[in-house]
T-cell receptor, first 109, second 111 residues
Framework: QKEVEQDPGPLSVPEGAIVSLNCTYS??????FMWYRQYSRKGPELLMY????GNKEDGRFTAQVDKSSKYISLFIRDSQPSDSATYLC?????????FGTGTSLTVIP | DTAVSQTPKYLVTQMGNDKSIKCEQN?????MYWYKQDSKKFLKIMFS???????INETVPNRFSPKSPDKAHLNLHINSLELGDSAVYFC??????????FGSGTRLTVV
């Protein structure tokens, strides 16, 4: 079993839709939970991180962590064409980082 | 002013050649990494250096050799390149537990 599982998509939504991206994990020792956004032919960039269970909001983005279910989510409200990218979840224990395989998202104008 | 810069951006080379990829960060971070991203976008860590010392060395063929002359630089040398080495290689740096800053990647194609 992989440490981190993420549905690769692709996901295609109309502009303005609410997008839900999810990852599950198996290692209860993970401490930080992150979401990265990667545009085509670019490096991943950190979008959000959370440390504990619960929600964290930043503009149109909400990160949610449920440690009891080992499940994390990223919600994008009022999605825009500029949100079209691959979204990777990541989590770590100490120096060991584990990435999901990424979900490809296309927001259609 | 680029935070993590890697060169070259593109590298096309023949099987059996030796090549190097350079990485520099100007963020003052202590830890630097090399990641390999395959065609399915899966990011896999290869090496990690903390203040010039190797701290993570995943199961990577010994044809791959990282070198960190100082904490701002981490280079990757690859000997006897194989077709399966074709991928995008990302350098990254971090100072805290929760966030990397990635370079823009080096797209390596072995023909």
């Amino acid at each position: 079993q992989k440490e981190v599982e993420q549905d690769p998509g692709p996901l295609s939504v109309p502009e303005g839709a609410i997008v839900s991206l999810n990852c599950t994990y198996s290692n209860s020792a993970f401490q930080y939970f992150m979401w990265y956004r990667q545009y085509s032919r670019k490096g991943p960039e950190l979008l959000m991180y959370t440390y504990s269970s619960g929600n964290k909001e930043d503009g149109r983005f909400t990160a949610q962590v449920d440690k009891s279910s080992k499940y994390i989510s990223l919600f994008i409200r009022d999605s825009q064409p500029s949100d079209s990218a691959t979204y990777l979840c990541a989590m770590n224990t100490g120096n060991q980082f584990y990435f999901g395989t990424g979900t490809s998202l296309t927001v259609i104008p | 002013d680029t935070a993590v810069s890697q060169t070259p951006k593109y590298l096309v080379t023949q099987m059996g050649n030796d090549k190097s990829i350079k990485c520099e960060q100007n963020l003052g971070h202590d830890t630097m990494y090399w990641y390999k991203q395959d065609s399915k976008k899966f990011l896999k860590i290869m090496f990690s250096y903390n203040n010039k010392e190797l701290i993570i060395n995943e199961t990577v063929p010994n044809r791959f050799s990282p070198k960190s002359p100082d904490k701002a630089h981490l280079n990757l040398h690859i000997n006897s390149l194989e077709l399966g080495d074709s991928a995008v290689y990302f350098c990254a740096s971090s100072q805290v537990d929760y966030g990397y800053t990635f370079g823009s990647g080096t797209r390596l194609t072995v023909v």
